[in-house]
């Protein structure tokens, strides 16, 4: 790591969140790749996952033939137990390296998806996701705005089997966007909302301009011209 850019680190964590099929994981490796042409390692995460454990309770909580039988309450726990997980095994460690972390979805997913389903007391959501994560508050959070319309025909390109997330009805998915643009407008110094329909490189753009003015150091380490991959 280049020294100059080592200075920039404030041990930053970034998350991005959005429903379903928004584009999310494009944009984190877009991020990683782009920090890493500044010199910046960053550890990249997914939530529910990033640890061996997490990754077991995705498979359960996604694709498991268990999990239809699973209850709101039993969902939530274990959405919680692989947070507090990887918060404790890999991003505490990460950013006491002062490496720089993304994280593909975090505990904002929980709160939303809960307020959206309404089914549990979200007093009690909250709480369970403070104990989750600890001091891992983001520092920046990347809320990507689609309509459930595109999203789906987006997903409809993309060949991989379809988790339990996205079997679920419009009628799930429309409050959760709903719920999103509320999350940006009520905590509007976190949290970022950035509209999904726009190209990939113009979100690319975007998350990159508001980390610049985060971290203003990392403007003056931007290598121009940089070419993208296609994700
Ligand atoms: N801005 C964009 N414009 C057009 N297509 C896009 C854009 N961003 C992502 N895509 C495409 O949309 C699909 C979903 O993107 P991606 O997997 O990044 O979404 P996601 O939010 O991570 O989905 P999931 O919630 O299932 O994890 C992919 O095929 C991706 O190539
Ligand atoms: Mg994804």
């Not at 964590?13 to 960053?42: D, M």
């Not at 498991?64 to 039993?74: A, C, K, L």
């Not at 002062?98 to 997913?109: A, G, H, L, Q, T």
């Amino acid at each position: 790591m280049a020294p100059l850019c080592r200075k920039i680190v404030a041990m930053p964590l970034i998350t991005f969140e959005g429903s379903e099929g928004c584009g999310k994981s494009t944009q984190v490796k877009r991020l990683a790749t782009r920090l890493e042409k500044c010199g910046i390692e960053a550890a990249v995460f997914r939530e529910p996952g990033g640890t061996a454990i997490g990754e077991a309770i995705r498979h359960l909580l996604q694709h498991s033939e268990e999990n239809r039988g699973m209850t709101s309450e039993t969902q939530l726990l274990l959405f919680e137990a692989s947070c507090s997980q990887l918060v404790r095994e890999k991003i505490q460690p990460a950013l006491q390296r002062d490496e720089w972390v993304i994280c593909d979805r975090f505990f904002d997913s929980t709160t939303v998806y809960q307020d959206a389903a309404r089914q549990l007391d979200l007093g009690l959501v909250e709480n369970l996701n403070a104990f989750a994560i600890s001091n891992c508050l983001p520092d920046l959070t990347f809320v990507l705005d689609l309509d459930r319309a595109t999203a789906r025909s987006r997903l409809g390109n993309r060949k991989k089997i379809r988790d339990r997330m996205e079997e679920e009805s419009d009628e799930f998915h429309e409050p959760v966007i709903r719920t999103y643009r509320e999350l940006a407008e009520n905590e509007s110094k976190r949290v970022v909302l950035i509209d999904g329909r726009i190209s990939v490189e113009a979100i690319e753009q975007q998350v990159w301009n508001v980390l610049t003015q985060h971290f203003p150091n990392l403007g003056r380490h931007q290598i121009p011209n940089i070419r993208h991959q296609t994700s």
